[in-house]
């Protein structure tokens, strides 16, 4: 079962959506094809469900990006065989050259473009699948994992009628009869086969736009191991939407499966808790993350909490809606599953003591869960101080550097609660207590 | 003199508004004119902060209604008239008349404002409204307006008489032009007589009462059974605070009323400032200089600045004010939740046991920390309120009834474990 993720996990870590702003899957989006387009969209939306898979992509993506190719084939071809590959055909030989001929007499008497049509779709075809045929024959591919792929490709272009096909003159007449016969035999006589060279090209596309990408951007692959090793480690990890971002580097397996996070409000926590989640979503895809160096165990879920807390005014609704959605995770961890939980800010919404009862349960129940690996920040440090004695439970928060009355953030994680207990020295700062003496 | 407050305190209270028709003035909202409409909007915006100019404004409004008295014109007059009359405004502007009103708006405008002079003219002069000694100033500037020997022939006119062409023309010139200046401080007297008679209904509807506003200086509030008036089925509570006790330190559980409770304090001392009749039993306050509440401040992640700094940029922003030896009225609600316990506690007691230092001024602060409050017993002036929790069974009820002293009932954890997220986790599959 391929790891699973809800709707809101989705939004809060941004992963999909085209026209959205940031989103992970516009990062990746260099495609050029329709068909890369909706190969991106699909492997985004069905992400792999074991490590042989998983690292079989990966190891296809690295031998692209090795090989830094440019897009072999012509976006415009392509798109024009796509279509002609789409058109019906006739049921027999003898009715599909009747149709063409019929059309054929159409073009002539009136302005009728199927003809017309039907010879740029096939002209398209022939330049397509040449460029095809160069591609699969490069040395490149003689060995590796895409050997493979490639290998089956290059077995259907060398059937005897398509290579006559590929050695047709485009700038010569085409009789309609040959044209027919094309006509049928791609779309009928071979039609599964053309389906495989359709979809190369797409999977060629994407492979080439991820690659360049985690080029550009000095991604790494992340080495996927089997469930049962049940490990989440990273270095140099960050958000890969956001330019110069500071690198993290954390660790989480069973009998330490619980980062206790801390920090000042606009210190970097969420921003951390995405890339986590960005970063093992990516990996289930085979996809290079934006990490130094990435260690991880398939997981079977990935739930978050962490955009909910911004708006506090919501009052109670929202602090149910909260427990709501840590009733669903625990459903969830309760039944078993590997997961990933990830709680920003738990229990914003409620009083400080609420806020820290709630805080400790939770984080304490969770901990005993060996096969899950969570995530929790909170500003109320007074939760760490309690949870000290529990082994499973480690400890890190992000640093901020009073400057005057200014913060500054490093973004840099570190071992131990915050001791950034800023709150007396900024009404102090702001001299709020001397205004407030009786003259 | 008005009353001070600012934006946040407008937004807590809720007096105009998110959407159109759902705030505080929207409720006292029954007037009659567009006129009316935007001078009680004014009186909203502005709040007064002179004990004369209340209790007057609040007796005109009182005595109206006892009389239970109906405003004595058809809206649709004012329309007719306040329409021609916008052609006298562009003329008087640029002194030189441009815009000329037809014919047929002449005519119903000369008869519109006929109408209004002489249908005043019969208000004031009603036993009822003559023997009103709080609105006698209002009427004398009525009387006299109309008793303009000018105004003369408009009152000697038959009601409902058709007018010849001349005598048109000759009323349009004396309204429109001549005595346009007179015509428009008549409006703005009958503007002003339209909010208080649909206040005046408004209370006599609800129920609402009348405060009595004492001399500044001295703080004192005594509320009994207020409540916030938009509620549907309200539980009023009594309330006093002085300079002994300027301090009110509230607990109780999150849905247990303090916001509202805050809101309905809040809102009446608002309203009391106005003039206006308020939703409680009865009410006496001391006027104040300014009010200031913090209910509802929202995170303002776009700046970078946290809650908890947002908070205290609240905080020394009241001090600022209280340090120029105002009399404020200050609400906050949950202060410092953005912070970690400690600094909340630490915060909180050193805030409020600061304001309890601060004479000539009120306070009332609701906390979840209860140790904060076991601090602050040491402060004389600090009085301690909560609102209770019953627990029936497994299901929290509230009385919204204010009690005397601390509570630290607490509902999140009940609402935690009520939906089994703890059990589910203890009974799991822990691998």
């Not at chain 1, 080029?215 to 990890?237: D, T």
């Not at chain 1, 330019?243 to 801390?262: E, I, K, M, P, Q």
């Not at chain 2, 409902?160 to 349009?172: F, H, I």
């Not at chain 2, 402060?379 to 209770?388: I, M, Q």
Request: proline letters at 3%; a neutral charge.
């Amino acid at each position: 079962m391929s790891i699973s993720i809800d709707k809101q996990t989705m939004d809060e870590l941004n992963l999909l959506g085209k026209f959205r702003q940031g989103s992970v899957y516009g990062l990746f989006n260099k495609v050029r094809t329709r068909g890369g387009e909706q190969l991106l969209n699909k492997l985004f939306m069905q992400p792999l469900d074991n490590a042989a898979a998983i690292n079989e992509r990966s190891s296809i993506l690295r031998s692209f990006q090795h090989a830094a190719l440019d897009f072999p084939f012509d976006v415009q071809q392509v798109g024009l065989m796509r279509d002609y590959l789409d058109t019906e055909t006739g049921k027999t030989a003898l009715a599909t050259l009747g149709n063409i001929m019929v059309k054929s007499w159409l073009s002539v008497l009136t302005r009728d473009e199927r003809y017309k049509k039907i010879v740029q779709g096939l002209q398209a075809t022939i330049v397509t699948l040449n460029r095809c045929h160069a591609f699969v024959s490069e040395k490149a591919w003689a060995a590796g994992p895409y050997a493979a792929r490639v290998g089956a490709i290059r077995a259907i272009l060398s059937d005897g009628r398509l290579e006559k096909l590929r050695r047709t003159d485009i700038y010569r007449a085409l009789p309609v009869k040959t044209l027919a016969y094309y006509d049928f035999l791609l779309k009928r006589g071979m039609r599964k086969e053309m389906k495989e060279v359709v979809d190369l090209i797409a999977e060629v596309d994407v492979y080439i736009a991820v690659s360049g990408v985690a080029r550009a951007k000095g991604f790494n692959y992340a080495h996927v191991l089997p469930p049962e090793a049940n490990i989440l480690a990273a270095e140099g990890l960050y958000h890969p939407c956001i330019d110069h971002a500071v690198g993290n580097s954390l660790t989480l397996r069973r009998g330490s499966n619980v980062l206790f996070l801390t920090g000042a409000n606009m210190a970097g926590k969420s921003t951390l808790m995405k890339s986590v989640g960005i970063g093992l979503y990516l990996a289930h895809m085979g996809f290079p993350v934006a990490a130094a160096s990435m260690e991880l165990s398939l997981r079977e879920g990935l739930y978050s909490s962490i955009n909910v807390a911004d708006n506090i005014n919501l009052g109670y609704s929202h602090f149910y809606a909260e427990v709501v959605r840590v009733k669903q995770a625990a459903e969830a961890a309760a039944s078993g599953k590997r997961l990933l939980l990830m709680f920003d800010e738990l229990f914003k919404g409620t009083n400080v003591k609420d806020a820290y009862d709630g805080t400790l349960a939770v984080t304490e129940a969770f901990a005993e869960y060996g096969n899950c690996l969570f995530i929790v920040s909170t500003h109320i440090i007074e939760v760490g101080e309690a949870l000290k004695g529990n082994g499973n439970i480690r400890f890190v928060y992000m640093p901020t550097i009073m400057e005057g009355v200014h913060p500054r953030y490093t973004y840099k994680l570190r071992e131990g609660i915050t001791e950034d207990r800023q709150g007396m020295m900024i009404i102090q700062n702001e001299g709020i207590l001397e205004l407030l003496k009786e003259d | 003199m008005y009353l001070t407050t600012d934006e946040q305190t407008i937004t807590d209270l809720g007096i105009f508004g998110k959407q159109h028709g759902n705030g505080i003035y929207d409720l006292y909202n029954r007037t009659h004119t567009r006129g009316g409409e935007a001078v009680l909007k004014e009186l909203f915006l502005h709040p007064l902060s002179d004990r004369e100019e209340i209790n007057r404004r609040s007796r005109i409004i009182e005595g109206f209604a006892a009389l239970g008295m109906k405003f004595p014109f058809d809206g649709s007059l004012f329309d007719m008239a306040e329409k021609y009359l916008l052609h006298a405004d562009a003329q008087s502007m640029n002194g030189v008349q441009q815009s000329v009103p037809g014919e047929k708006e002449v005519q119903l405008g000369v008869t519109a404002v006929i109408e209004l002079m002489q249908r005043t003219m019969q208000f004031v002069g009603t036993a009822e409204v003559a023997g009103m000694t709080a609105f006698a100033q209002e009427r004398n500037a009525m009387t006299l307006l109309l008793s303009d020997a000018v105004f003369e022939p408009v009152l000697r006119e038959k009601a409902k008489s058709r007018l010849s062409y001349t005598a048109m023309t000759a009323y349009d010139a004396l309204f429109r032009l001549r005595e346009y200046g007179k015509i428009k401080r008549l409006l703005g007297q009958l503007y002003y007589l339209d909010v208080y008679l649909s206040v005046a209904k408004l209370a006599s509807e609800r129920k609402f009462v009348f405060p009595r506003a004492l001399d500044k200086g001295r703080p004192f509030l005594r509320l009994e059974g207020v409540y916030h008036p938009e509620l549907k089925n309200p539980v009023g509570n009594d309330l006093t605070m002085e300079a002994a006790r300027s301090v009110i330190f509230l607990t109780g559980a999150n849905m247990a009323g303090k916001s509202t409770f805050l809101r309905a304090m809040s809102t009446a001392v608002y309203i009391a400032h106005i003039g206006f009749p308020i939703a409680a039993r009865s009410m006496e306050f001391s006027v104040m200089d300014g009010i200031y509440t913090t209910i509802n401040l929202p995170d303002n992640l776009g700046i970078g600045a946290s809650h908890f700094y947002n908070e205290v940029l609240r905080v020394k922003k009241m001090a600022t004010e209280l340090s120029h030896r105002k009399s404020l009225f200050i609400v906050f609600d949950e202060l410092f939740r953005g912070t970690n316990v400690k600094d909340a506690h630490e915060a909180t007691v050193a805030v409020a046991a600061a304001f309890s230092k601060r004479k000539g001024s009120l306070f009332v602060i609701s906390s979840h920390i209860v140790e904060a409050g076991e601090e602050l017993q040491r402060s004389p002036t600090v009085g301690f309120r909560f609102l209770p929790t019953r627990m029936n069974g497994h299901v929290p009820e509230y009385t919204y009834t204010l009690e005397e002293g601390i509570t630290d009932d607490r509902h999140g954890m009940v609402i935690i474990r009520n939906e089994g997220v703890l059990d589910i986790l203890k009974n799991g599959q822990k691998l």
